[in-house]
């Protein structure tokens, strides 16, 4: 899923969590996914945030990082 399906997904799931009065969680969750948003590298789409935090030596990070693959999965 993109960046931006992910976060019409969440939107959806808002809406819902706002009618029932319990959306802190998912603006959380929101907060998250925004912070760990694509990007293009030189040849690959990276995630913005684990490339800020991830030392020299360490391999690059793509998108959809850790991060995101677990939010996917655990909305699916």
Same mark, same amino acid.
């Given at each position: 899923?993109?960046?931006? %399906?992910?976060?019409i ?9 706002l ?5 802190q ?15 293009m590298?030189?040849?690959? %789409?990276l995630?913005? %945030? ?5 030392k ?5 990070i ?5 991060t995101?693959q677990?939010? %996917?999965?655990?909305?699916?």
């Amino acid at each position: 899923m993109t960046h931006d %399906e992910l976060l019409i997904e969440i939107n959806r799931r808002l809406d819902v969590a706002l009618y029932n009065g319990d959306a802190q969680s998912i603006h959380a969750l929101r907060a998250v996914v925004e912070l760990h948003k694509p990007f293009m590298g030189n040849t690959l %789409e990276l995630c913005k %945030e684990c490339s800020q935090l991830r030392k020299v030596d360490d391999p690059v990070i793509t998108y959809p990082c850790s991060t995101i693959q677990a939010i %996917e999965k655990g909305l699916s």
